[in-house]
């Protein structure tokens, strides 16, 4: 796919566009990226479930090709305008669904370019499991680290050929992409990360050599860490060995730091979920975009 192809694609993406053409491509595109809930997810909590307007975004599905493989993603931006700063939005194990979708048009709003690549793409589509342990067996253990790496540089690559700056790049992510989240800031392709409750560390394998505890003194960019003091699956003494490897490493793993909410158990900001907690939600939104513009991701 060409440069140009790539712009074609996103710029067609325009609220209101009622064109033959402009129908035809969200059709084609569209492929459930971001639309709906995950099946695995359902029912949802429809009354605490936050709904972000497209008024004044371009805002779809696109694609962007990666060694010979077009990888779907969701992107959202406000229309029209170029030089934007960057945030990388990095799926649960649900995969790029309305919850995910919605996020980026948050960041959107804000005025950045937000991207949510498909992390599986290859692997299968996760949106359609209904049984979490089979999700994780079929899909989600197949899933290599560098090839997750990779096509963070693609959506990145993407996002300079379609306005934004990715010299303000930043990164964000939600449970499996929490954890993405760490191990991309040490790569110096952003310039901040915020991990929501993304695991801290694990068992090496061929798919998964390092985990972020591993890749923690070696950041090189510093990463604000949102998690909750009742998540079951990651321990607080994870937390604190995380802590004291950050201590030790460079300064940007020393610049980073954590927050944890005392009530909160894990996937507190997924507000579609009974997991949610409005409060620790909206904390953590706040000292995030904080984070961003503290470290030139604004």
């Not at 004044?56 to 077009?70: C, E, Q, S």
């Not at 990715?166 to 989240?181: D, E, L, Q």
């Not at 929501?196 to 061929?206: K, M």
């Amino acid at each position: 796919m060409s440069l140009d192809d790539r712009r074609s694609d996103f710029d067609s993406l325009r609220p209101g566009d009622s064109t033959a053409q402009g129908a035809t491509r969200r059709t084609a595109l569209k492929a459930a990226i971001g639309v709906g809930y995950a099946a695995a997810v359902l029912p949802v909590s429809a009354q605490t479930a936050v709904v972000t307007s497209a008024e004044g975004l371009k805002a779809g599905p696109i694609k962007y090709n990666v060694n010979g493989f077009d990888v779907p993603a969701y992107a959202a931006a406000p229309a029209g305008k170029s030089g934007l700063p960057v945030i990388l939005v990095i799926q649960e194990i649900f995969g790029v669904h309305e919850y995910i979708a919605d996020t980026c048009r948050r960041f959107a709003q804000l005025g950045y370019l937000a991207i949510a690549p498909e992390m599986y793409a290859r692997q299968g589509d996760p949106r359609g499991y209904t049984d979490i342990p089979k999700l994780q067996a079929d899909i989600v253990t197949k899933v290599p680290d560098a090839q997750a790496m990779a096509d963070l540089d693609g959506a990145l690559a993407y996002a300079k050929a379609n306005g934004g700056d990715i010299s303000k790049a930043g990164i964000t992510g939600f449970c499996w992409g929490g954890r993405i989240v760490w191990l991309y800031a040490a790569t110096g392709k952003v310039k901040a990360g915020v991990a929501w409750y993304g695991r801290l560390v694990g068992t090496a394998s061929e798919l998964t050599p390092k985990h972020p505890v591993d890749v923690a003194a070696s950041l090189q960019a510093p990463v604000l860490g949102l998690y909750g003091g009742k998540d079951q699956g990651i321990p607080l003494d994870t937390v604190d060995k995380m802590k004291a490897a950050l201590a030790n490493g460079t300064p940007a793993a020393k610049a980073s730091s954590f927050v944890v909410y005392p009530e909160a158990g894990h996937a507190f900001h997924a507000d579609y979920r009974p997991s949610y907690i409005k409060s620790a939600a909206d904390d953590g939104w706040q000292r995030a975009t904080a984070w961003f513009k503290a470290n030139g991701v604004a």
